[in-house]
């Protein structure tokens, strides 16, 4: 029986180059910087890593310029989601071959489909894939998967050995595992929404794939042990802290631009993305950059800032000044 998935996934933003493709070099020393700051695992192509605006191949490219870097160094959760079965199946064919640890596959998403046609979605890939299967439950952007049939995959499909969970529903979370546990003791659950990581953990979740880690990995880290080790006041405290970060990066920006901006002042270049922006979005993203540093400098997680970027800050900031003050 494999181990268990647990810990801190990191769903990670893609760099891209200035012709908008992979920045491979980029994605290489975003991954040695996860890994050095204690991320359990990383998270290719998920909903933060944008995998709806990569092509099939550009998605298995990134899979393979991880699981090369990472060099099993820590294990590798790849996003698997395609349009139909045939061609997840065929994404977890090749995933199997790089060694990744299990992939992970959201609902049917566009169709909205019943609790039948969820069940069974997942049960045909399941029964044909060579690798483990985490299921991804995104309502906002998928059909649900309700309990019941979390349930029946669970007993029916041992392939099938975890769900990430990104409704951030807390009473959801523990009657899934209410439901699963006692005939799936191995079964592993995973919040995608860190804003509850910690009273997660507390009801019994194994670990989170939580975007949060691609920006501040060792605080998510620092979180994950403070809550196991049963320091709990420290790790609210954390807790409410990194809620006014992911707060500001999820809503002051249309996901995941906030992410992006932010990844950019610790120190790794991640390109524009790909979806345009209106001049106004621009000028609000560089508003943003700005209420991100403060926030990570007051933090004090900002040392990975460039100091090129440092400049630029006070030179705008500066400016701003004087303007204020009527000097030009």
Not at 189 to 200: H, R
Request: proline share 7%.
């Amino acid at each position: 029986m494999s181990k268990p998935i647990e810990g801190i996934f990191t769903p990670n933003i893609v760099p891209l180059d200035a012709n908008g493709d992979i920045h491979e070099p980029e994605l290489r020393k975003y991954v040695d910087w996860l890994i050095d700051r204690g991320v359990h695992g990383l998270y290719p192509n998920g909903s933060t890593g944008e995998f709806v605006r990569f092509t099939a191949e550009e998605r298995k490219r990134i899979v393979e310029i991880m699981a090369d870097q990472a060099a099993g160094r820590v294990p590798i959760l790849a996003g698997a989601a395609e349009a139909n079965t045939r061609e997840t199946i065929h994404a977890c064919e090749h995933y199997y071959r790089l060694n990744v640890r299990a992939v992970a596959i959201v609902a049917p998403f566009y169709y909205k489909q019943t609790p039948e046609g969820v069940y069974a979605y997942f049960k045909e890939i399941a029964d044909n894939s060579p690798i483990d299967i985490t299921l991804y439950n995104i309502p906002m952007f998928a059909s649900p998967i309700d309990v019941p049939t979390v349930q029946r995959l669970a007993d029916e499909c041992p392939r099938i050995v975890a769900i990430k969970d990104s409704s951030g529903d807390l009473p959801h979370m523990m009657r899934m595992i209410s439901a699963v546990r006692p005939n799936r003791p191995d079964f592993s659950f995973l919040t995608g929404w860190e804003a509850a990581l910690m009273p997660m953990l507390l009801i019994g979740c194994n670990g989170g794939t939580n975007a949060t880690s691609g920006i501040v990995p060792e605080v998510t880290r620092r979180l994950y042990d403070l809550t196991l080790s049963g320091e709990l006041e420290e790790a609210r405290k954390l807790q409410y802290r990194l809620l006014r970060l992911f707060d500001a990066m999820l809503y002051s920006a249309e996901f995941p631009e906030g992410f992006r901006a932010a990844l950019n002042l610790r120190g790794i270049r991640t390109g524009a993305g790909r979806q345009p922006q209106s001049p106004l979005q621009q000028q609000d993203l560089g508003k943003l950059k700005d209420q991100l540093y403060g926030l990570l400098r007051e933090e004090g997680w900002a040392d990975d800032v460039p100091e090129e970027d440092e400049i630029a800050r006070i030179v705008i900031q500066v400016l701003a000044d004087l303007q204020r003050r009527g000097a030009f």
